[in-house]
Each structure stands twice: as C-alpha cells, then as structure tokens.
C-alpha cells in the first residue's frame, strides 16, 4: 500500500511542471474549451478550475492545427 501512495505522490510531483509551464503560456480559461500547445504538438483542455492541462499529444509527422475552433492534429 505504501508503494502505491509513494508512486501517487512521484506521478503527481513529475506532472505538476508541465502544468505550470502550460499555464504560464496560456491565460485562463473558461471550459468546456480546447487549444493546440504553443509548440502545436498536441492540445489543451480547460479544465473545471479554470487551468489549462495537457489533452494530448499528436502523431508523429503530424501537428495540431486549429479547425473551427477546435485542435485537429492533421
């Protein structure tokens, strides 16, 4: 049980960063809403406390693309 609550902790820890970095290059959001990642290597889904988090991310060869207002990765 320790292992699990250990590993909890770690994932939690490790994903953290990205959000903040995600967060920092995107304003607020307001949801249900979806963005392509600045780099266009995947996209962003506004969650319900307002931040953005990490959709996803796209194929290779392929980048995120905005078609009418949602992230494709085309």
């Given at each position: 049980?320790?292992?699990?609550?250990?590993?909890?902790?770690?994932?939690?820890?490790?994903?953290?960063?990205?959000?903040?970095t995600l967060?920092?290059?995107?304003?607020?959001?307001?949801?249900?809403?979806y963005a392509?990642?600045p780099d266009?290597?995947?996209?962003?889904?506004?969650?319900?406390?307002?931040?953005?988090?990490?959709?996803?991310?796209?194929?290779?060869?392929?980048?995120?693309?905005?078609?009418?207002?949602?992230?494709?990765?085309?």
């Open positions: 049980m320790k292992f699990f609550a250990v590993l909890a902790l770690a994932t939690a820890a490790i994903a953290a960063p990205s959000d903040v967060n920092a290059r995107h304003p607020q959001c307001t949801p249900p809403q392509c990642k266009a290597s995947g996209w962003l889904v506004c969650n319900v406390d307002g931040t953005w988090l990490n959709g996803g991310v796209c194929p290779l060869k392929t980048t995120c693309k905005p078609i009418n207002n949602l992230p494709y990765c085309v």
